[in-house]
T-cell receptor, first 112, second 114 residues
Framework: SQQGEEDPQALSIQEGENATMNCSYK?????LQWYRQNSGRGLVHLIL?????REKHSGRLRVTLDTSKKSSSLLITASRAADTASYFC????????????FGKGTRLSVIA | DGGITQSPKYLFRKEGQNVTLSCEQN?????MYWYRQDPGQGLRLIYY???????QKGDIAEGYSVSREKKESFPLTVTSAQKNPTAFYLC?????????????FGPGTRLTVL
């Protein structure tokens, strides 16, 4: 079952611009995570936000979470060509060993 | 890609054949996972294992089998019963001390059925 849905499916921006990706989910969560995947590669964990948090920052990444709307957004500021990748949100309904449930991802292209 | 290796990177199989994908980790992680990714799609969970000699089915386990005889290894067998096996397969692991189930991923194996 696919819990998260990212929006937009694809995003193309110029280098230096900000990129915003959104994720909506269906059921209550313990935490929400964002992963990045370069073409043909494995995923890399970027950032995690817990259900009792509203915003987190990590370098050029900013994540927000609105549990009332069951949605999250990932903002990448001052984008670079190297940020070109697919970005996935993944939700955890309970802590510990509950498997991640991934969305379909947003394909980001940053044009130099 | 950290300390998780998957082999081979590319795999070709004839219809009707079983094939086994390798996943090895040297991170001393307890939990391991197998996902399938189709073009333009997210990841779907096939099987996962939280400890040695134990594993659970994920959302799309039909046509697949796994074993977990060693902590470091979690091979996935794609059987002839899997009707549409061509896909990108990703293995992941999780440290038992990770409280929120953050996972580390291998580089993936692309399986093509000819």
């Amino acid at each position: 079952s696919q819990q998260g849905e990212e929006d937009p499916q694809a995003l193309s921006i110029q280098e230096g611009e900000n990129a915003t990706m959104n994720c909506s989910y269906k059921t209550s969560i313990n935490n929400l995570q964002w992963y990045r995947q370069n073409s043909g590669r494995g995923l890399v964990h970027l950032i995690l936000i817990r259900s009792n948090e509203r915003e987190k920052h990590s370098g050029r990444l900013r994540v927000t979470l609105d549990t009332s709307k069951k949605s999250s957004s990932l903002l990448i500021t001052a984008s670079r060509a190297a940020d070109t990748a697919s970005y996935f949100c993944a939700t955890v309904t309970n802590s510990g060993n509950t498997p991640l449930v991934f969305g379909k991802g947003t394909r980001l292209s940053v044009i130099a | 890609d950290g300390g998780i290796t998957q082999s081979p990177k590319y795999l070709f199989r004839k219809e009707g054949q079983n094939v086994t994908l390798s996943c090895e980790q040297n991170l001393n992680h307890d939990a391991m996972y197998w996902y399938r990714q189709d073009p333009g799609q997210g990841l779907r969970l096939i099987y996962y294992s939280q400890i040695v000699n134990d594993f659970q089915k994920g959302d799309i386990a039909e046509g697949y089998s796994v074993s977990r005889e060693k902590k470091e290894s979690f091979p996935l067998t794609v059987t002839s019963a899997q009707k549409n096996p061509t896909a990108f397969y990703l293995c992941a692991s999780r440290w038992e001390g990770a409280p929120y189930n953050e996972q580390f991923f291998g580089p993936g194996t692309r399986l093509t059925v000819l």
